[in-house]
């Protein structure tokens, strides 16, 4: 076997042992990160997205302008 | 001062810069890497923009970036914990790219670039209401961004005065009209941002009176409308939140079917469904308007946001709201922001006055006679050489006007989504089997897509019920008005089944050889209007170089390309032809 | 000297200026898993969804 083909070969097995261990953490993170908040976030009964219908306007005030020089290196 | 202007990851991947006030280069990076909507970090567009003006990026004083990264992963990660665990399949399949390059755009852009000053992020709708207002002559205007989403805003409204532009109101993720009109386009089988022009040139195939159309209604249990045209969508209907596809089974229920597959046939109700889409877009957008005119006092508009793209509405805007003038960038949509990242820099958070205003598209890159020539040479390319631009333009108009096609390729590169006169294919539209002709040469489209038409400024208001004076967004092809019935059966290849048509106005400063192309086709045709269509294989981005130029002609049946002064005919060159068609993915 | 922060000075910022304290417990778990994970690029995205994620 040539050496480029067990370069190739060893490359396609960590790729896919990488994806395998990536899943699985994304997994744990997944059901432990987001799970858990979702269910203290159910029992309190807070909302992350606004869905529900209603009477008035769906306006919301937003009044975004200019703002100090500093805002703008952030990345929020 | 030098300021440089990217997006990507997203959509459309691009890049801009502004050199004291003025946009002196701007392009998609798809053109240069030669894969259709390409997202990725766009090192080729911007090396184009840096070496356009000779300069390295240790000239660049600022660099901008055209969204909030951190806002917008606040979003992405609130869409998950509102629909756990229905998002895990997206949260594995997103999360990676989160975690290796949006949340990393500061080291990305330092690295890549080598790039050691401030990097400057914009929100993404203020990115967006910047690329229309500081570059429009507008002095001052109501302003409307709608798109489909940025970090958290869908739809904005605001002010633009002198430098300064405030965003006063908003509507949130997940109620977005750019989301329920891409779910519609996925819903009937086509690509998502991608293809909601394609879903708007259905429309017309379809039932456009609202009293009878079966959909219309029923469309409008998906959304609740105010009379402000503030809305909600009813999100029972979608599932974008939380999945990899967007209309929920609720939708299909509604709809009368599943979602169509791709190749199969168009049939009648999904010509009427994409008729139903249209008048429920351009019934909540005219509410907006109104609403917006009542509240800003203002008889200007400008707009931006994916959603202004829709040039059927677009062209009936002045006629139902108050607004008098109008305004509207040509790359509308995300890739355009880079834009606005500059302008916003430089005019408002810096606070240098206004002096550049869009007056054409050309800000890609252009060829020299030279390059073009040694280029040709170096290819063994058989061609001739116009004498000067009056036999070009004979020339030109007499292929056309013979009911050959024309690849045209001139000047610098077309900034947005539509080829302008500069990477141009052309034929005649008198000619009733052009669209035929085109599509089974060149372009191989749906049969219902029309093509459009190009014609000069000063003689738009014989041939399309405009309005007057024609507003300059028909310069970039962003209205579609009525043509004159009595024209109908003269330019049947670019009269839409509903009689409309999406001009081109081509002023004469803007690019002289093509208007005078066109005027010189009248002559001879007593009709001064000419097909003009992108310059690209199926499945491609626009031609970008000469290379690619010559390699989609010589790769379709356009019979001509004038490139520069220079005419290459593709029956003299045999040893380059080849069959694009075999190769094209949509 | 870029007056740009580090992405883990900015994301603590972030959180705390936002208020944005029930993403906290993801975004830890994320930092955490993120020193063992060797992460791709984003997988090709479905031509059928927005670009939304």
Not at chain 2, 452 to 465: E, G, R, T
Request: hydrophobic share 40%; net charge positive; with cysteine.
């Amino acid at each position: 076997m040539s050496f480029k083909a067990f370069k190739k070969g060893m490359h396609n097995f960590t790729t896919n042992i990488s994806i395998i261990i990536n899943t699985i953490l994304l997994i744990i993170v997944y059901f432990i990160g987001v799970g858990i908040t979702f269910i203290f976030a159910k029992m309190v009964g807070k909302h992350f997205l606004d869905m529900k219908l209603s009477k008035g306007s769906y306006w919301k005030t937003l009044n975004l302008k200019k703002k100090p020089m500093v805002s703008y290196y952030r990345q929020f | 001062m030098y300021i440089l202007g990217i997006s990507c990851y997203y959509h459309d991947s691009s890049a801009a810069l502004l050199k004291d006030g003025k946009i002196v280069a701007a392009a998609e990076e798809e053109r240069f890497s030669r894969k259709k909507h390409d997202t990725t970090f766009p090192d080729l567009a911007i090396k184009y923009c840096l070496e356009s003006q000779g300069i390295t990026i240790d000239d660049v004083d600022y660099v901008g970036f055209y969204e909030k990264p951190f806002i917008k992963f606040e979003r992405v990660l609130s869409q998950h914990l509102e629909c756990f665990p229905l998002s895990l399949k997206v949260f594995l399949s997103s999360t990676p790219s989160w975690i290796n390059e949006k949340l990393r755009v500061v080291s990305k852009i330092k690295k890549s670039l080598k790039y050691k000053g401030d990097i400057l992020f914009i929100d993404h709708h203020m990115g967006h209401a910047a690329s229309s207002f500081l570059v429009s002559p507008f002095k001052k205007a109501a302003i409307v961004t709608v798109d489909g989403v940025g970090e958290w805003t869908t739809t904005s409204y605001g002010i633009g005065e002198g430098n300064d532009i405030r965003l006063l109101k908003d509507i949130q993720f997940p109620n977005s009209i750019g989301l329920l009109y891409s779910t519609i386009t996925a819903y009937l089988g086509f690509t998502v941002n991608n293809s909601e022009y394609k879903v708007m040139g259905l429309a017309p195939y379809g039932n456009m009176d609202r009293k009878t159309n079966p959909w219309y209604n029923k469309l409008f249990k998906v959304v609740d409308v105010k009379d402000d045209g503030s809305y909600r969508l009813n999100m029972k209907y979608f599932k974008f939140h939380w999945a990899d596809r967007m209309p929920s089974h609720a939708m299909c229920s509604l709809l009368g079917g599943p979602i169509r597959k791709p190749e199969s046939e168009v049939d009648q109700r999904h010509k009427d469904i994409a008729a139903a889409l249209q008048m429920v877009t351009e019934d909540i957008m005219t509410k907006i308007l109104n609403h917006v005119h009542k509240e800003t006092k203002c008889n200007n508009l400008v707009m931006a946001g994916g959603v202004a793209l829709n040039s059927v509405y677009n062209g009936k805007i002045l006629k139902n709201t108050p607004f008098k003038k109008i305004w509207i960038q040509p790359a509308a949509g995300d890739g355009g922001t880079v834009i606005g990242v500059v302008h916003y820099i430089y005019n408002t958070i810096l606070g240098n006055k206004r002096t550049y205003q869009m007056t054409d598209a050309n800000l890609g890159p252009k060829y020299n006679t030279e390059q073009i020539q040694t280029f040709l040479d170096k290819n063994n390319i058989k061609y001739t050489t116009f004498k000067n631009d009056n036999e070009l333009v004979k020339t030109s108009a007499k292929l056309c006007h013979e009911n050959h096609v024309i690849g045209w390729f001139q000047d610098g590169m077309e900034w947005g989504p539509r080829a302008l006169g500069c990477r141009s294919i052309l034929a005649s539209p008198c000619n009733p089997k052009a669209k035929e002709l085109l599509n089974t040469k060149v372009k191989h489209r749906e049969k219902f897509r029309p093509f459009a038409p190009v014609v000069c400024d000063d003689d738009a208001a014989k041939y399309f019920d405009c309005d007057k004076p024609v507003p300059e967004p028909t310069d970039y092809m962003l209205m579609v008005y009525p043509v004159f019935k009595k024209w109908h059966k003269k330019i049947p290849s670019v009269t839409h089944v509903d009689g409309s048509g999406r001009l081109q106005t081509i002023r004469k400063h803007q690019n002289p050889r093509y208007y005078n192309t066109i005027k010189e086709f009248g002559k001879l045709s007593k009709i001064p209007i000419l097909i003009n269509t992108s310059f690209n294989i199926r499945g491609e981005p626009i031609v970008c170089t000469p290379h690619d130029a010559y390699k989609c002609m010589m790769g379709t049946g356009i019979d001509y390309l004038v490139m520069d002064k220079f005419l290459i005919k593709r029956s003299e060159n045999p040893k380059d032809m080849w069959d694009s068609e075999k190769y094209a993915i949509d | 000297m870029s007056k740009n922060k580090s992405l883990l000075g900015e994301m603590w910022e972030f959180l705390r200026v936002r208020k944005a304290w029930w993403l906290t417990p993801i975004i830890l778990m994320l930092v955490l898993v993120g020193i063992l994970i060797v992460f791709g690029q984003s997988s090709a995205l479905s031509p059928f969804i927005y670009a939304l994620f």
